[in-house]
């Protein structure tokens, strides 16, 4: 079968980085060909020299046998191929319908048919399962919506492959399996996907050839059936990896922080928990069932109609971060680049944005250099010098970034927002025997996810959410997904 | 509220999302409205057809060039040489008609082109050598106000036919002056390549996120250029229209303009961030400057605490949107 | 139908019939924010008061001289409220002259000062300095102070483009012409500003050194040339010949930094002005306009009486021709 | 460079990526050389101890205005009001002097509160009502011009002692100006707050992302207000410098001035979007500026090709920035 992408000696250097280190690669119709590998190891990159956003240092690239030069994204849709960013291509204050069709609007002489472009926009969202009205601003959607536009803006080319960098990352297991079928909906037609997925699972649910890449280079193209998990993960990581999920014994102490009633407009209603020392909660539920909102409530990031909240007894009034974070309390966003980082500053200055070693206004940076370097070490951050910015990292070690930050904080209790998202194996491990540690401290952690595996392997309790509301909390012996997507959609369990 | 279908609610939303774009508009007209009356109580001769007729011709220049600002404003960029560029594209066109002779509306459409030709070196060194827009158009500040002199040996010149007063000065079938006419024609214009054509959709697009605007395809450079092209044509329309008002080409007009066209602009609800910007709202805050300069000469204000008026008018005008938009937002949760 | 809307709202004070009622007038000057200018509102507010019957002055104008479609605006927003008269100084000749036009038809009374239109109506007195007359006999004097051998002259302008800027301008080249022996080195504008004025002969003294004299068009000039060459070390080695009589310029005169300065007699132009104006209106009769004067100031002449009455006018002793 | 170890290359990277913060500063720096050859071999007059301590002396008001913008800058802010209110601060703080008999220094220190004042109130307009700095500063650029015509009944302001000609026009031991030295001060200490204190690190951090710098609990508002009160205070002794050059209080000082002061910080590597700039860079932008115009007088460039001349030298500038900048991310690929 003729590929219809052909890729050889491909090559990307960055200043000081191979990104992609001649790569050959064949993509072939109808195939769901999944790209593998830890944080920076290059998979971004070169879909990116794909999709011609980037200009290739060097190698040839054929789209269905055509040697195709660089002339910018517009040529490579144009070709065929679409993609799904790992962060959002979107413009906020367009609307749904104005994103899905940028840069190719219905209409002629230079003006744009409206009525068409909404009309074949409502077929699209169709497609992904995206209940949202065209005419509603990009910037009104979360996260998880914004990600399913741009899959369908993804859909909207004809194209021969459809790239999607990390597609799932915020999305949870109904959303999933909605994009599953689409998936499975463009191979039957015969089009390729290319798909990035630092989730174990999906990758032997979906793919039918694996390339696992390492340091920019492939170390092994296979099909999947040649592949188990272990073998997976060794080819990724160069090394074994243990237990993906570290949960540590800990003893669990008295309520760290409790939280009563705490309301804000129709997003959250009468929102109750608590927290113990040395306890992993985990928050469940469906897309936009208001886990962020609730963690942000708390954090004292967004407004609050009403509630309460406690920490070690003592009743907190917390009217924004500082508030919260003076008092022991620290939240990891869900979106990293637009409310995480810093992006022009470096990874030092990002650690210690939220505690920085000051007195009477001036900066230690000897002090603070030593921190960075400590958490670089800790969390295995992969950059020759914690004096670069932070831009220039890959999202994982970007992530690393802002876990760092808030383990300066010295927080005693901690939400972590989808922490995993866009981590590979080998650090989510990582990141999840951190987790563990900071537990065993005696901290108070809150997880976020919209993974059950993690949630069901490292929390003591799970709550779940639902519209806004606390639909209930299990204790560690009654944990199973069905029961947590029960109480998420609201179904009677069917066992 | 309480019982909605979702169908209802995510309509309402919508509703509710693209009202707050309207909201800027809504304020800057409050703040419109609540001058006018204020005038009209305050004096007996502001609400006669004379002084709003004069009031209308007074705003056609700041208008004009507005619109243009605006689009400059929605791609997240600025053009602070729409007032030397006026006075270049000013004192040419006179030129056209005086030294060349050539024939009025001829020379019009000259004056408007040098003003295109500006914009167009604003545009490839914004787009293609990659200067920020503040900077390249400052530079452009400079050069255009020079240019003029030199062109002018800093003389205004004279003796433009009399046929090219109808422009700023001439009266329109029905009693409107045809300032306001060309307004009123401008604006329809600017408002239909906002919201209908390629042009201003990608002009948002590219304010409000610029990468993902390249990672669709957009040609950037190419409408980044345009847009500049537009804002000089339209400055140097300004310009024109200007002249005409003083039957001369002044070498010193514009000087400051570009404040009160940016101005006008922002308090019609364009951010500096790009993005967001109508054409209505112009308008209206370049009504509203225009009418508070009025008003402060009817009134007899000193001219030093008419500054500080209008400084705080401004301030005042978008602290109430930004209140608006605030509002909003919370009710509509 | 515009038009005919504008003709009825003068038609009220039209004809020879003259008003007694209280008097509005809107006395412009070119910019406000000027010593200059401030005088000539003293004049102004000084002859309204001593004028019999009630004459009010609204006193109002831009910020900066070269704004002129700005003066244009105003001075429409003053027709439109109806005032009596107009008295004011034009930006710029041939545009203006529309606006007076205007006001005419209006029957509204108009009386420049400072500045002229071009062409005068007939019915439109000027009272203003002959401003070419009074730099031709500014650089006279200089041209003779600087003695047979000539020398080497820079010229600070303040704003091109404005008639009052270009007609010093015209004054001095005109009399450099017929002295060939007198060379201008350096024409760099002040902006109008002090510190412009400064920085500006400071570096025109560097590229310089053996310059001898400094010809400066207004206020601004004339204090930064003399500050510069004050600490250049060279005062009394430059002539310094300007215009406009700041306090620090007449105590640099005293001094001997500046060796003379133009007085103009801006408060003769506001009470000039306004007396004329409100005559007008109450007789219905034709006023004259005339030459407000100008006299060259120096180190000898600056104590003299008439100079004093002219460089610190007050309402009680007001330095105009007998009523 | 063929062969080197994993480890040399890696610090390699790492030292050129700082390299190109400091890239700008060498662009800037570069455009000052040649210009500064250029002075040299065409003016005899230029390489003079007297012509570059004038130069030097005429650099300070910019310099350290642009010190406080690049700070402003950096927030991605703009304070457009710092020419009025120089010009508020420089007439208050010498009729401070004259009318009310206050010792020198005093004065100086009332004049640089005025400005600080004004620039509290940016301050609180843009953290706590949430107006766009450019708009508020737009506002108090018209509200402060208004206020120091008023004060002063537009009239200039003499009578200083001579003890304030120090600041201004006085030498330091050594015969360096004291203008200069100022300059020196004010850049150190700006050098420390930039790159040492928390002011600084979270100036940068809000202009790199707001949103992060509130979630990491740094109280934005409080920082914000204090940034635009310092660029308010150095406006603010930048007007009293300048009252000092010329011994005096200058209603009309400082028109345009916001435009040379943020082509400074621009030139020297500020980037309008936020989260860049640097005072070495903004010092080598404010001489830049300052040369031409001493250049320009020096070689009696007619007046109106000056202005051409110092819009087309800001472009070059900052397009060889851009370019060194692109050939140092190519030359690493
Ligand atoms: N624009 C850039 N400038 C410099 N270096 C870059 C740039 N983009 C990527 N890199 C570097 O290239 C390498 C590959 O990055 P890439 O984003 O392709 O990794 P990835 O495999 O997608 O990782 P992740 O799983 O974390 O998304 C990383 O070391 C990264 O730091
Ligand atoms: N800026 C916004 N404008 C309008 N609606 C919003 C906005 N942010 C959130 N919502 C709505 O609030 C609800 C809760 O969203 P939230 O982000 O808290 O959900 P979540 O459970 O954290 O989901 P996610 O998996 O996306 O993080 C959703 O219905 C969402 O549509
Ligand atoms: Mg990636
Ligand atoms: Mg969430």
Request: hydrophobic letters at 40%; aromatic letters at 4%; a negative charge.
């Given at each position: 079968m003729e590929p219809v992408v052909r890729l050889r000696g491909i090559?990307?250097?960055?200043?000081?980085?191979?990104?992609?280190?001649?790569?050959?690669?064949?993509?072939?119709?109808?195939?769901?060909?999944?790209?593998?590998?830890?944080?920076?190891?290059?998979?971004?990159?070169?879909?990116?020299?794909?999709?011609?956003?980037?200009?290739?240092?060097?190698?040839?690239?054929?789209?269905?046998?055509?040697?195709?030069?660089?002339?910018?994204?517009?040529?490579?849709?144009?070709?065929?191929?679409?993609?799904?960013?790992?962060?959002?291509?979107?413009?906020?204050?367009?609307?749904?319908?104005?994103?899905?069709?940028?840069?190719?609007?219905?209409?002629?002489?230079?003006?744009?048919?409206?009525?068409?472009?909404?009309?074949?926009?409502?077929?699209?969202?169709?497609?992904?399962?995206?209940?949202?009205?065209?005419?509603?601003?990009?910037?009104?959607?979360?996260?998880?919506?914004?990600?399913?536009?741009?899959?369908?803006?993804?859909?909207?080319?004809?194209?021969?492959?459809?790239?999607?960098?990390?597609?799932?990352?915020?999305?949870?297991?109904?959303?999933?399996?909605?994009?599953?079928g689409v998936i499975r909906d463009l191979t039957s037609q015969g089009r390729a996907v290319l798909y990035i997925s630092h989730r174990l699972d999906e990758i032997f649910r979906i793919a039918d050839r694996v390339t696992v890449?390492?340091?920019?280079?492939?170390?092994?193209?296979?099909?999947?059936?040649?592949?188990?998990?272990?073998?997976?993960?060794?080819?990724?990581?160069?090394?074994?990896?243990?237990?993906?999920?570290?949960?540590?014994?800990?003893?669990?102490?008295?309520?760290?922080?409790?939280?009563?009633?705490?309301?804000?407009?129709?997003?959250?209603?009468?929102?109750?928990?608590?927290?113990?020392?040395?306890?992993?909660?985990?928050?469940?539920?469906?897309?936009?069932?208001?886990?962020?909102?609730?963690?942000?409530?708390?954090?004292?990031?967004?407004?609050?109609?009403?509630?309460?909240?406690?920490?070690?007894?003592?009743?907190?009034?917390?009217?924004?971060?500082?508030?919260?974070?003076?008092?022991?309390?620290?939240?990891?966003t869900e979106d990293r680049k637009g409310e995480g980082l810093a992006l022009q500053l470096g990874i030092d200055q990002n650690i210690t944005l939220a505690s920085l070693p000051a007195r009477f206004g001036f900066i230690g940076l000897g002090r603070e250099r030593s921190i960075a370097e400590r958490r670089r070490e800790q969390l295995n951050i992969r950059t020759p010098s914690v004096r670069r910015k932070v831009q220039v990292l890959s999202g994982g070690n970007q992530q690393k970034v802002v876990v760092a930050r808030w383990l300066e904080t010295r927080a005693r209790v901690l939400f972590f927002d989808e922490p995993a998202r866009g981590i590979d194996v080998g650090a989510k491990a990582e990141m999840f025997a951190l987790i563990g540690e900071l537990a065993r401290e005696g901290r108070g952690i809150v997880l976020i996810s919209s993974y059950l595996p993690e949630l069901i392997n490292m929390c003591d309790r799970i709550l779940v959410m639902r519209d806004g509301s606390v639909a209930g909390v299990l204790e560690r012996e009654e944990f199973s997904e069905e029961r947590i997507i029960a109480l998420a959609t609201g179904v009677k369990e069917t066992v | 509220m309480s019982q909605t279908t979702a169908t209802g609610r995510t309509l309402g939303a919508t509703l509710r999302e693209h009202l707050s774009d309207v909201v800027s508009q809504l304020a800057a007209a409050g703040a419109l409205i609540v001058v006018f009356v204020f005038l009209s109580i305050a004096s007996p001769n502001f609400l006669t057809a004379d002084n709003l007729f004069n009031v209308g011709t007074q705003t056609a220049v700041t208008a004009v060039i507005a619109i243009g600002m605006t689009l400059v404003i929605i791609t997240a960029g600025i053009d602070l040489s729409v007032g030397s560029v006026a006075a270049l594209s000013g004192v040419m066109g006179v030129m056209m008609m005086v030294d060349l002779g050539l024939p009025v509306p001829l020379a019009i459409l000259g004056g408007t082109l040098v003003g295109a030709v500006c914009g167009l070196v604003n545009g490839l060194l914004i787009s293609v050598a990659g200067l920020n827009p503040f900077i390249a158009t400052l530079g452009m500040l400079s050069v255009a106000r020079g240019l003029v002199y030199i062109v002018s040996d800093a003389q205004a010149v004279f003796g433009t036919p009399d046929s090219f007063r109808l422009l700023g000065q001439g009266v329109f079938v029905g009693g409107i002056p045809i300032p306001v006419v060309v307004i009123l024609v401008v604006a329809v214009a600017g408002y239909v390549v906002l919201s209908r054509t390629k042009l201003g959709r990608y002009a948002y697009a590219i304010g409000s996120n610029v990468e993902a605007a390249r990672l669709s395809g957009i040609p950037i450079r190419r409408y980044l250029t345009a847009v500049y092209v537009i804002s000089g044509a339209l400055a140097g329309f300004g310009g024109m229209i200007a002249s005409s008002r003083v039957a001369s080409g002044q070498p010193n007009f514009g000087m400051g303009l570009e404040l009160d066209v940016i101005a006008a602009a922002v308090i019609g609800g364009a951010s500096l961030f790009g993005g967001q910007g109508t054409v209505l709202g112009t308008l209206i805050g370049a009504f509203l400057i225009a009418l508070i300069r009025n008003g402060a000469v009817l009134l007899d204000v000193n001219i030093f605490y008419q500054q500080v008026i209008i400084g705080v008018v401004i301030w005042l005008a978008v602290m109430w949107d930004q209140y608006r938009r605030r509002r909003l937002a919370a009710a509509s949760e | 139908a515009c038009a005919e809307v504008r003709e009825q709202g003068g038609g009220q004070q039209g004809g020879g019939e003259g008003q007694q009622g209280p008097i509005e007038l809107a006395v412009v000057p070119k910019a406000v924010g000027f010593d200059f200018w401030e005088t000539v509102r003293e004049g102004a507010v000084c002859a309204a008061r001593r004028a019999e019957g009630e004459v009010d002055v609204q006193w109002d104008g831009v910020a900066q001289e070269t704004d002129v479609t700005g003066q244009v605006n105003l001075l429409q927003n003053f027709i439109t409220q109806g005032v009596d008269g107009l008295v004011y100084a034009a930006t710029d000749a041939r545009v203006l002259h529309d606006v007076t036009r205007q006001a005419l038809d209006q029957g509204i009374t108009v009386v420049n000062i400072d500045s002229g239109t071009d062409p005068q109506p007939e019915n439109v007195p000027v009272f203003a300095t002959d401003n070419v007359a009074a730099a031709e006999r500014a650089t006279e004097y200089l041209v003779e102070q600087l003695g047979p051998?000539?020398?080497?002259?820079?010229?600070?302008?303040?704003?091109?483009?404005?008639?009052?800027?270009?007609?010093?301008?015209?004054?001095?080249?005109?009399?450099?012409?017929?002295?060939?022996?007198?060379?201008?080195?350096?024409?760099?504008?002040?902006?109008?500003?002090?510190?412009?004025?400064?920085?500006?002969?400071?570096?025109?003294?560097?590229?310089?050194?053996?310059?001898?004299?400094?010809?400066?068009?207004?206020?601004?000039?004339?204090?930064?040339?003399?500050?510069?060459?004050?600490?250049?070390?060279?005062?009394?080695?430059?002539?310094?010949?300007?215009?406009?009589?700041?306090?620090?310029?007449?105590?640099?005169?005293?001094?001997?930094?500046?060796?003379?300065?133009?007085?103009?007699?801006?408060?003769?132009?506001?009470?000039?002005?306004?007396?004329?104006?409100?005559?007008?209106?109450?007789?219905?009769?034709?006023?004259?306009?005339?030459?407000?004067?100008?006299?060259?100031v120096t180190k000898e002449n600056i104590d003299d009486p008439e100079v004093q009455r002219v460089l610190k006018p007050s309402c009680e002793n007001p330095p105009v021709e007998d009523q």
């Open positions: 090559c990307k250097e960055f200043p000081g980085v191979m990104a992609v280190d001649g790569v050959d690669l064949d993509i072939l119709p109808g195939e769901v060909h999944v790209v593998a590998g830890e944080n920076g190891a290059g998979k971004s990159t070169l879909m990116k020299l794909l999709s011609q956003v980037e200009r290739p240092t060097a190698g040839e690239i054929y789209i269905s046998g055509e040697r195709v030069e660089f002339h910018g994204p517009g040529h490579a849709q144009r070709l065929g191929v679409a993609m799904v960013y790992q962060e959002f291509a979107l413009a906020p204050h367009l609307s749904v319908a104005e994103n899905l069709f940028l840069g190719r609007e219905p209409g002629r002489g230079g003006f744009v048919d409206r009525r068409a472009e909404k009309e074949e926009a409502r077929g699209l969202l169709e497609r992904v399962g995206l209940e949202v009205d065209p005419d509603r601003l990009v910037s009104t959607l979360t996260v998880a919506e914004q990600q399913r536009v741009e899959i369908a803006k993804a859909l909207a080319i004809d194209a021969k492959v459809v790239i999607m960098d990390e597609p799932t990352a915020t999305l949870a297991e109904k959303e999933i399996e909605e994009l599953f890449m390492r340091d920019g280079k492939v170390v092994a193209t296979l099909p999947v059936e040649e592949l188990d998990e272990a073998k997976l993960v060794r080819l990724m990581v160069g090394r074994e990896i243990g237990n993906l999920y570290p949960r540590p014994e800990t003893q669990i102490g008295d309520v760290l922080l409790r939280v009563r009633g705490l309301s804000r407009g129709e997003r959250l209603r009468d929102c109750s928990f608590e927290v113990r020392a040395g306890e992993i909660l985990g928050f469940a539920g469906l897309v936009g069932a208001g886990r962020t909102e609730l963690a942000r409530a708390v954090f004292g990031a967004d407004p609050v109609d009403a509630g309460e909240i406690e920490l070690e007894g003592r009743r907190l009034r917390i009217r924004k971060p500082q508030d919260a974070i003076e008092a022991g309390i620290g939240y990891l | - | 051998d000539g020398g080497k002259v820079a010229f600070i302008p303040f704003q091109p483009g404005t008639a009052t800027n270009d007609t010093r301008t015209q004054g001095f080249k005109n009399v450099l012409e017929e002295n060939p022996q007198v060379e201008l080195v350096a024409e760099q504008s002040s902006e109008s500003n002090y510190n412009r004025a400064l920085q500006v002969t400071e570096d025109i003294l560097t590229a310089h050194p053996d310059l001898d004299a400094i010809y400066a068009a207004n206020e601004p000039g004339v204090l930064g040339a003399a500050e510069a060459v004050r600490s250049a070390g060279k005062a009394g080695e430059i002539i310094i010949v300007g215009w406009d009589t700041a306090p620090d310029e007449l105590k640099a005169v005293r001094e001997g930094v500046v060796s003379a300065l133009i007085a103009q007699n801006p408060f003769r132009m506001g009470y000039d002005g306004v007396n004329a104006a409100v005559r007008m209106i109450r007789t219905g009769e034709q006023v004259e306009g005339g030459d407000t004067g100008a006299i060259l």
